[in-house]
């Protein structure tokens, strides 16, 4: 398995990212993210979990989502999920409004599916 596999499948199966981690120090391909990037990563992922469960699971159905409507970026759609989660709890907007902003590209990513069949 590559890295990026390695990753998505950490990712996809809600697995820890701080094993990723460990697991990832055996191979010599670099990361989309760097060891604290991805603790920080976790620590928002238990958080949301802890705190807004509802919200935790629909961020993974919308990650879903986009896996299934799967428009050939099948390797950005984790790192993407990672990126969204990372914004979290940092700055001026809520989970709410990070989830809605996600959600909205997968109603962009579906019209764009649409016009060109």
Known sequence: MTLIEIFSDYVYNRKSLLEYIEVRKSTQERGEFNDLKLIRAQEHLDRLKNEDNDLYELMYKTLNNY???????????????????????????STQQICENYQAGLRHSANLVSHRE
Do not use: A, N, W
């Open 67 to 93: 896996k299934d409507l799967d428009m050939g970026h099948t390797v950005e759609y984790p790192i993407d999920f990672i990126r969204e989660i990372l914004k979290m709890y940092e700055g001026s907007m």
